[in-house]
């Protein structure tokens, strides 16, 4: 029974080392991407900004066709599944650049930290819980959506609040789905006898990868936020201190 089960972990490990294989190669090819526009060909991308605004939104919503795509042809062992998940890694670096452009490298590098820990920490709890995730991922997957909804209200309402306390709710929800999906990964695994198709393998990357790019802009916009909030009681306060020496100098 020893051989057996080790070489069912062994098995195991490989597919998950393929999955985070195919996750990391998207990552860094949307870092790839993003930090090209950002540090060398800045003046290509102030332009698109400035006069060409059209194009960042027609490639955000070419992303989303190319997500169910990928997906679909993924599901069906397309051998499209790769070049089109690639494609779309490229792409959303394309659009990521847009969004990094607004935030101070200290933020960025500070969410990218705290994202990598919170999504390797409960893929982990993934891995080992053994209760069943699914019911969590089907309730975080409404409240997603009842955040969705929101969030297109929110683009006339323009209130900071809210859009603090939406990012504070989909870093939770994109935690929980990294460790639905990791739990997943591992029963498919073992429900299939390790027969599991590479198009699986690149379905799920694609999940991980969308878990991960969702938490780290989540937390991105809490750091920026309470970066922001800091520096106006900061501006407050030395306004308030001003004040109070003119007085006393008077």
């Known amino acids: 029974m020893q051989p057996i089960t080790s070489q069912a972990d062994t098995g195991l490990n490989r597919f998950f080392a393929k999955v985070y294989g195919y996750m990391g190669l998207g990552l860094a090819i949307s870092a790839l991407v993003s930090g090209l526009l950002l540090y060398v060909f800045q003046a290509t991308m102030l332009n698109i900004m400035a006069n060409h605004s059209w194009v960042y939104y027609a490639a955000s919503f070419i992303e989303i066709a190319l997500v169910y795509s990928v997906s679909s042809t993924a599901w069906k062992n397309n051998p499209m599944a790769m070049p089109l998940f690639l494609f779309y890694s490229a792409l959303n670096g394309f659009t990521l650049s847009f969004i990094l452009a607004a935030y101070s490298q200290t ?51 323009r209130s900071a609040g809210l859009s603090y306390v939406m990012s504070l709710v989909m870093v939770v929800i994109f935690a929980g789905l990294t460790a639905y999906d990791n739990q997943r990964i591992r029963q498919a695994y073992q429900q299939s006898g390790g027969q599991v198709s590479n198009g699986w393998a690149i379905s799920m990357a694609l999940s991980l990868y969308l878990n991960f790019i969702n938490l780290f802009l989540s937390i991105l916009r809490i750091f920026a936020w309470r970066s922001f909030f800091f520096l106006k009681k900061r501006q407050s306060f030395g306004i308030i201190r001003a004040n109070v020496c003119n007085t006393q100098t008077s």
């Open 107 to 157: 933020n960025v590098f500070a969410a990218f930290v705290t994202a990598t820990l919170t999504f390797f920490a409960m893929a982990v709890i993934g891995l080992v819980s053994k209760r069943d995730l699914s019911g969590m991922a089907q309730a975080f997957r409404m409240v997603l959506l009842g955040v969705l909804i929101a969030s297109l209200i929110n683009i006339f309402l």
